[in-house]
């Protein structure tokens, strides 16, 4: 059983991996994935009806992998309504032309000008937002300034990088950030900004270095605001437009806030803006016609978003925790720990494999097998804890489905897993070792 629960794992993988080969959607193979790998857990157990049911619920006491499919379902659905809650909001404002307040003052064709302003955006934005939530707002930039497909999944991939980078150097950009920061590892959030800023800058300026080289002279052609419509008439007002933007944004930026001020999950802080913009908005849009208030108000808006893409998440992210309630993830950890034994090298290999499988139980696996020291480079804001914070975040971008952001880029613009590997994988790869030598120079 052992064996087997990581061959129906790879077998999964590759079928994510080769979608438009086989003609099957991403997400039927994730969940088929994620549920053999929980069936095939449940049938490796040993004992009564009733012990199993409380151990797939509620994990075994005292081993600190096993922590049960209740845990692991809170885990995922915090992120999976988060993720909705967030794309509500983006596609609201979309709805309103909010971003248009944005796009219309961007007036370069220049496709390497254009990469820099996007990417940098993006990476100082997801140090204030997070990750997912920057990535998500991107993308729906992008779908204003670039009509070219191919053009434009180039700019998504790079802003998966950008948004990986930007969160690896703040306490609420990536969720391990998130972890190491509320868990104690990494206590002071000065000392982790200065030390990781520069190293995350690194991992996304060597990319765009590269590719700017590439698109250099290059020209985009925008799309039309509604194409195959003659006589296109807005159905709001430029002050709706700027308050709905407005409003949205500080919603994204109230939810790392609302999570600081009262400790409950980052979903809760989303959901509330999501209510409070509804609110707004079905208030604005009282005196409209039927017609033109339903494709205004998140009612109509949520049959826009992307379900398929949510069931993927749900799919990947089970599979994965059935691997780690299997123990294989924290059997990896320690044979890293035996084989390599030099910390810097053990984070950037956890940092790729945080590419294959979720970065966050490879952190917690690096928790557990560590304990927090008095001195040295396993202290309170020692270099280890510093650096899988980089390792585990920025690793993530290696692969398009290894970090949150890169399974939202992947679902809301359809990019293609090889497509990614091709064409940003190698990018990203290189930014992150060029990171990782960054930071190893610096300190080591």
Known sequence: MSIFIIVVFVLGYLAIALEHNIKIDKAASALVTGMVCWAIYVFSMDGTGHEIQHIIEHGVDGISYRSGLVHHLFDIGSILFFLMGAMTIVELVDAHEGFAVITDRIKTTNAAKLLWIICLLTFFLSAILDNLTTTIVMVSLLRKL??????????????????NAGGAWSPIGDVTTTMLWIKGQLPNVGHMVKDLIIPSLVAIIVPLLILSIKLKGQKLVRPMKSEGVEHYINPTTPNER????????????????????THLPPFMGMMLSLGVLWVVTEIIHRAKNKEDKHELSVIGVLQKIDVASV?????????VAALQEYGHLNEMAATLDSKIGNIYA???????????????????????????????????????????????????????????????????????????????????IIGYLCGAATYILIYA
């Open 146 to 163: 670039v009509k070219d497909k191919s053009m434009r999944w180039l700019f998504v991939g790079m802003v998966v990088v950008a948004a």
């Open 346 to 428: 053990i984070n950037v290999v956890i940092g790729f494999l945080s590419s294959i499988v979720d970065n966050v139980p490879l952190v917690a696996a690096a928790q557990g097998m560590y304990e927090i020291q008095p001195t040295g480079l396993f202290a309170a804001g020692g270099k280890f804890w510093e650096f899988l914070a980089y390792c585990a975040g920025v690793g993530g971008s290696s692969l398009i489905i290894g970090s949150a952001a890169g399974v939202a880029a992947m679902g809301l613009e359809k990019i293609d897993f090889i497509w990614y590997l091709k064409k940003i994988s190698w990018l990203a």
């Open 311 to 319: 069931l993927f998440f749900l799919g990947i992210l089970l599979a």
């Open 242 to 261: 700027v308050l709905v933007l407005v409003l949205g944004v500080l919603g994204l930026l109230f939810v790392p806030v609302f999570k600081t001020v």
